[in-house]
Each structure stands twice: as structure tokens, then as C-alpha cells.
């Protein structure tokens, strides 16, 4: 194995990160603002890949549009999910979350697979990107590089939205002390139900970003929430730039991981975030929890 067949590992393990990234950001945010346990996260995910494939017909030539109303429609979806299941519970304990969510889950796999079938939906890759790129002679496929393009500009925009804009500074309250913000007189209500309909669109959007290099399948779900929450586990809760690090670790340890120990590649993810937890619960850019006096 020669060095462009390392540099082909390490841009695909970026490529899978990015998708991951959507992915964990966005249940990243809403556990982080709205202590929500979001297990229907994956759902939302699978969902986003089979509304590509519906809104394009399969057809790649449509990709582009077919991007934009995937997240024009996860953003829709997760509005209505936060106001008439999610806004309902929020004073409820948390197993009510759990098992409302976990529900969902179920409930969005079922009609998935009513409305599409069990098999597996395919995408070839948009004609943008048909061509691969060379990395030392080693060819790879030129869509890697949009989404580790996605991923980056997805985080920093973010990053500048919570930074730079007054909702972001709510939603960066809301991770720290949400009674507080609502005696300020913010619309807490109407603040979660815009980060809940924004994760949604990240996830929808990150399972439509995965479909030209992955078939969607109604059991794609559940993986994805896991994955989702060991990089959140990792990164740390709230965290844009955490989610990307804890992305990343993921994506370059599946990659790299699979030269190494083949049969332990499934076993690594876990390890890290077991790793993690013992050393620094809070994640490595979390923050830890606020202590009141």
C-alpha cells in the first residue's frame, strides 16, 4: 500500500465524517438547548434520503433542487413534530421523552417502508460529479470533496449564527440556565421549536448529502441515531466544533481502523467514547454542567 492509497483512506473517512456531521449537529443542538433525547433523530435522516429520492424521481440531473427542498421540507416536518409531540412533554420526566421519540422512530420506519417499499433505493452520483479526481495517481470520487465542502461550511455558518446573531445568543442561553432566559421575556416555545425544526433540517439534509455514495433502507435509522450520539457523547453537548471533532475521530476511525484490526472496526467508535466519558464526561469541547448555589 503506497501513500495515495493512505490519503484515499483519510479523504474518505473526511467524506463519511461530513455526513456524520449533519447528522450529530443538529441532535447535538437540540439536546444541548432543549434536553430533548431525541431518538427518532436517525429517522429524520432516512427520511431526508428518501425525500431526495422522491423529489428527483432517482434521477441525479435534479440533485440540486432536490437538496434544497429536502431541507425546506425536514425544517416543515420538524415544526409540526416539535408542536404537536414534542412541546407536550417538555415538563414531563424523561422517560416520556424516550419512549415518545423511540415511538416516533418506529412509527416513521413503518411508513417509510409503506410508502417505498423495503428495498433498497439507490442514487447515482450527480452529473457535477461524475468525473473522479486523482490523489497521487489514486482515483476517488469528486463528491467526497462537496461533502467535507458541505460539512465545513454548514459548521462555520452555524458557528457564526450562534455567535454573531441574538437568536443565537438565546439558543446558547437556552444550553445554560432556560428558566433564566424566560424570565428575560424570550418565547422559549417558539426559540425550541426553531432549533428542533433546524436539527431536523441538518439531519434530513445530511441522510440526502449520504444517498448518491449509500442505497437508503428503512433500517438505516437506528444506526445513524447511534452514531449520532457517540459523536455528540464525544464532542460534547451543545458544540458545533465539537460535533466536527467528534465527526471526524468517527469518520478516521472507521477508516483507518478497518487496515488494522478488521474485525474490531465496529468496536473502536464505542471504545473512544467510553474513552471519553471516563476522562471528561462533558466531552471534549463541552462545556461542563452549570452549577447553581
Known amino acids: 500500500m503506497d501513500l495515495g492509497f493512505y490519503l484515499l483512506q483519510l479523504v474518505t473517512g473526511l ?12 441532535l447535538s443542538l437540540i439536546f444541548g438547548a432543549m434536553g430533548i433525547v431525541n431518538f427518532a433523530h436517525g429517522s429524520f435522516y432516512m ?12 434521477q441525479g440531473e ?3 433542487w432536490g437538496l434544497l427542498l429536502v431541507a425546506a421540507a425536514g425544517m416543515v416536518i420538524g415544526a409540526v413534530v416539535e408542536r404537536l409531540f414534542i412541546r407536550p412533554i417538555y415538563r414531563r420526566p424523561e422517560e416520556y421523552q424516550i419512549l415518545l421519540t423511540y415511538a416516533l422512530l418506529l412509527i416513521l420506519e413503518d411508513l417509510v417502508r409503506f410508502a417505498f417499499g423495503a428495498a433498497y ?4 452520483l450527480p452529473p457535477t460529479f461524475a468525473s473522479p479526481l486523482f490523489l497521487l495517481g489514486t482515483p476517488f470520487p469528486s463528491y467526497y470533496l462537496f461533502l467535507v465542502g458541505l460539512a465545513a461550511t454548514v459548521a462555520l455558518l452555524l458557528w457564526l ?12 442561553a437556552a ?14 416555545p417558539l426559540l425550541y421549536t ?10 434530513a439534509l445530511g441522510g440526502a448529502a449520504l444517498l448518491p455514495l449509500q442505497a437508503a433502507t428503512p433500517g438505516m435509522a437506528v444506526d445513524a441515531v447511534i452514531q449520532a450520539f457517540i459523536v455528540v457523547v464525544i464532542g460534547g453537548l451543545g458544540s458545533v466544533w465539537g460535533a466536527l471533532l467528534g465527526a471526524v475521530l468517527m ?12 474485525e474490531m472496526t465496529m468496536v473502536f467508535p464505542f471504545a473512544l467514547m467510553a474513552m471519553v466519558l471516563l476522562l471528561r464526561p462533558w466531552g471534549l469541547l463541552g462545556r461542563p454542567p452549570a452549577v447553581r448555589t
Open 175 to 188: 444550553t445554560q440556565d432556560r428558566e433564566m432566559l424566560e424570565a428575560l421575556g424570550v418565547n422559549v
Open 194 to 203: 426553531s432549533v428542533f425544526a433546524g436539527g431536523i433540517a441538518l439531519a
Open 15 to 26: 467524506a463519511y465524517a461530513s455526513t456524520l456531521f449533519l447528522l450529530a449537529v443538529g
Open 121 to 124: 433505493r439507490s442514487f447515482p
Open 251 to 262: 469518520g478516521l476511525i472507521q477508516a483507518f481502523g478497518i487496515l488494522v484490526l478488521p
Open 161 to 172: 449564527f450562534l455567535q454573531r446573531t441574538r437568536l443565537g445568543v438565546w439558543v446558547r
Open 62 to 64: 435534479g440533485f440540486w
Open 47 to 58: 427520511l431526508g434520503a428518501y425525500l431526495l429520492y422522491a423529489f428527483t424521481r432517482g
